[in-house]
C-alpha cells in the first residue's frame, strides 16, 4: 500500500536536455499536487528545449507547472531546485533519503554515463546514488530510432537496476489531444514511482 503523502520521501527529478519537454513539466504538476516533495536538478541545455517545444525558458515553465497543480503556496514549498554542479545536494549521497529518482527526459548520453558510472554532474551522480541504494531509478527516454549502442546501454542499466521507461505513448485510452498522449506516460511514471494519480483509463477500465 502507498504510503501517505505526509510520510514520503522526497523524489529526485533529473531533467536533460533531450526532448520531452512536456512530459517533465506534466509530472512536475502531478506529482505536487499528490502532496510529493520533489528535488531537481536540470543539465544545461534544458533552457534550449523548454523554448523550442514549450515557449518558455526552464524556470517559467516550472513555475507554470507548479502553479498548475492547484494546491497555491505549498506548491513552491515542495520544490527545490539544485545546480547541476551542486555535489552539497542531498542527491549526490546515499546518506539522504529518498523514494526513487526519475530522470525526464533521459538524453542517452546521460544514460551512457550512468551505464559505466562515470557521472559527470547532480543526475548522473544522483542516478549512481540510487543504483548503489538499491532506490527505484526510471530512466525515460525519447530517442528513435535506436542504435545497438543505445539498446546494450538500455540493456545495461536495466541488469543494473534501473527502470527504462520510454517514452511511447498507448492508444487504447482513445486519446483526443497531446496531453492524454502526455498523461499516459506520465500515468506510467507515477506508477512506477508508486504515486496515487488516475490520468488516464487503464486497460479494462470502463469510464473515463
Keep these: ?5 505526509e510520510d514520503r520521501r522526497p523524489l529526485a527529478l533529473g531533467i536533460t536536455g ?6 517533465w513539466v506534466r509530472f ?26 514549450l515557449g518558455d525558458d526552464f524556470e517559467t515553465c516550472l513555475e507554470r507547472a507548479i502553479e498548475r497543480s492547484g494546491v ?6 515542495r520544490v527545490r531546485v539544485f545546480d547541476k554542479r551542486d555535489y552539497h545536494s542531498p542527491m549526490a549521497s546515499g546518506s539522504a533519503r529518498y ?9 542517452m548520453g546521460t544514460m551512457a554515463r550512468i551505464a559505466h558510472g562515470t557521472s559527470d554532474d547532480l543526475i548522473s551522480r ?10 527505484k531509478l526510471v530512466l525515460v ?11 546494450e546501454t538500455m540493456s545495461k542499466v536495466t541488469r543494473a537496476g534501473a527502470v527504462v521507461l520510454p517514452a511511447m505513448p498507448g492508444f487504447y485510452h482513445r ?4 496531453d492524454d498522449l502526455v498523461d499516459f506516460v506520465v500515468q506510467r511514471i507515477a506508477d512506477q514511482l508508486d504515486l496515487d494519480v488516475e490520468l488516464t483509463r487503464r486497460w479494462g477500465q470502463r469510464g473515463r
Excluded at 1 to 5: D, I, T
Excluded at 99 to 107: D, E, H, R, T
Aim: charge should be negative; glycine fraction near 8%; proline fraction near 8%.
Design 175 to 178: 486519446p483526443e489531444s497531446i
Design 1 to 5: 500500500m502507498a504510503p501517505n503523502a
Design 126 to 135: 544522483a542516478a549512481d546514488v540510487a543504483l548503489k541504494e538499491r532506490r
Design 28 to 53: 512536475v504538476e502531478v506529482a505536487v499536487r499528490a502532496g510529493v516533495e520533489l528535488h531537481v536538478a536540470a543539465s544545461g541545455n534544458v533552457d534550449t528545449v523548454c523554448r523550442a517545444e
Design 99 to 107: 523514494a526513487g529518482m526519475v530522470i525526464l527526459p533521459c538524453s
Design 141 to 151: 527516454p525519447r530517442e528513435t530510432p535506436l542504435s545497438l549502442v543505445h539498446l
Design 18 to 23: 533531450a526532448s520531452g519537454a512536456p512530459y
Design 72 to 77: 497555491g503556496d505549498d506548491g513552491a514549498k
